[in-house]
């Protein structure tokens, strides 16, 4: 796999991307943005499901008017977080944090295809019911808790140093921020 | 005596890869919690968002959080500014990031506090202000990452 990475790594796009000056931190910048502002919407989500806020709101409100928001927000945040990746593909590959993300939004995936079906397609079943249902409960806690998973592994990253380059991957561990 | 002060608290902060790192994760944590509750307020002001709903509703709903938001990031900032209080005070994203902050807060609590809690207001103002408002917690955000590439 680790040939892979140094294929994505050695695109001429990628490449740009990490040599370049002012470049990087933009798409790092506009990563960090979306997490900022969409990122927001998803606990606005998970804190409705949960019952602790926006109580005076239906939840098929929050869930119908947020979702095209989160989806354009997630849309931007993983272009940018492909970008970043890419152009550090291969020292990503040693990166045990990187994985861990990884890991996590494999999690987040899963727990769409669960609920999608059971809570976020159908929200206004949710209001119907005179109590929040567990399963959207339980939405709501994973998500905040995957979506926290991914937001701290995503910044330790850049903490990570591996102890001995053994391969060369034209990159040094310092430039990863 | 002041520096040296200082320095002693950054050599406690740095003693551990943790404090640093453990902060900035909060930091970064509480700003998507912090901005994101407001750009939904913002949002409504653009006229999309929460359905159903009016920008008074949803500046009501979200203004606690919202300080609870804000609260974690202004705790754990001061943690990583005394990491290295030279470094930061010379940097100039730093400073703008401040500017930024500065304005982003002050903004918040008067112009678009009291256009978001007026449903009367003109569509017109309703939009310049979600657009400055953020304009300016992006700029917040630039600032705040470009300190690593200064």
């Not at chain 1, 927001?40 to 409705?48: A, P, Q, S, Y």
């Not at chain 1, 492909?82 to 152009?87: A, H, N, R, Y």
Request: aromatic letters at 12%; charged letters at 15%; a neutral charge.
């Amino acid at each position: 796999m680790i040939e892979l990475f140094e294929w994505l790594q050695s695109l001429s796009f990628m490449t740009f991307i990490r040599e370049s000056g002012v470049e990087y931190p933009i798409v790092m910048s506009t990563h960090l943005t979306c997490i900022g502002i969409f990122g927001g919407l998803i606990v606005i989500t998970d804190l409705r499901l949960l019952g602790l806020a926006f109580r005076d709101q239906t939840i098929a409100d929050i869930v119908n008017g947020l979702r095209w928001w989160k989806r354009v927000g997630f849309i931007v945040m993983f272009a940018m977080g492909f970008t970043l990746f890419g152009s550090k593909a291969a020292e990503y590959y040693a990166n045990p944090f990187f994985w861990v993300k990884m890991s996590c939004l494999i999690l987040v995936l899963i727990h769409a295809l669960i609920f999608r079906p059971l809570v976020y397609n159908h929200p206004e079943q949710l209001d119907a019911t005179p109590v929040i249902p567990t399963r959207a409960k339980a939405a709501g806690a994973l998500s905040l808790i995957l979506w926290t998973a991914v937001l701290c592994n995503g910044r330790l990253i850049g903490y990570y140093e591996a102890p001995v380059q053994k391969r060369s991957f034209g990159v040094s561990s310092v430039e990863l921020k | 005596m002041l520096l040296l002060q200082v320095d002693s608290i950054a050599d406690a902060l740095n003693s551990s890869d943790w404090i640093f790192a453990t902060a900035e994760c909060c930091h970064i944590a509480a700003l998507a919690w912090s901005i994101g509750m407001t750009a939904a307020v913002d949002y409504k002001l653009l006229g999309f968002g929460i359905q159903r709903s009016t920008p008074s509703k949803v500046l009501r709903d979200t203004t606690p959080w919202t300080i609870l938001g804000f609260a974690v990031v202004l705790l754990s900032g001061p943690i990583l500014l005394l990491s290295d209080v030279r470094m930061y005070l010379h940097n100039p994203s730093f400073r703008f990031k401040m500017l930024a902050l500065a304005l982003a807060i002050v903004f918040n609590f008067t112009i678009h506090w009291k256009v978001a809690d007026s449903d009367n207001v003109s569509k017109p103002v309703q939009v310049i202000t979600a657009i400055v408002s953020l304009a300016l917690w992006i700029s917040v955000i630039f600032g705040g990452l470009f300190i690593a590439f200064a």
